[in-house]
């Protein structure tokens, strides 16, 4: 079981960066693929950026150049540099890992709100 602890959302204004945190604890044997995604209201969860254990990293287009992704693998943890914030990045980000314990699991975090106004 891998339990997924997300921190850093908040207030941004426009134009503004925030950085997410998600640490993984748990018993498995190794972490794939760790993520985040997105849920805006009445919208489907989006991916937003994943990184797996070797450093490949995939994208949404709307955040190209303005977010990042990182990852320790020595702490289990994934973080999302976001810079240059929209309004529409306002959503509440989702961590998401693909773990290896025999079989592949996915797990997800709770969930932090992220909202960019002025």
């Known amino acids: 079981q891998v339990r997924l602890v997300e921190s850093g959302g908040g207030l941004v204004q426009p134009g503004g960066s925030l950085r997410l945190s998600c640490a993984a604890s748990?018993?498995?044997?190794?972490?794939?693929?760790m993520g985040w995604y997105r849920q805006a209201p009445g919208k489907q969860r989006e991916l937003v950026a994943r990184?797996?254990?070797?450093?490949?990293?995939d994208y949404a287009d709307s955040v190209k150049g303005r977010f990042t992704i990182s990852r320790d693998n020595a702490k289990n943890t994934v973080y999302l540099q976001m810079n240059s914030l929209k309004p529409e990045d306002t959503a509440v980000y989702y961590c998401?890992?693909?773990?290896?314990?025999?079989?592949?699991?996915?797990?997800w975090g709770q969930g932090t709100q992220v909202t960019v106004s002025s």
């Open positions: 748990g018993s498995f044997l190794s972490i794939e693929r």
């Open positions: 990184i797996t254990s070797g450093g490949s990293t």
């Open positions: 998401n890992a693909l773990w290896y314990n025999g079989i592949y699991y996915d797990s």
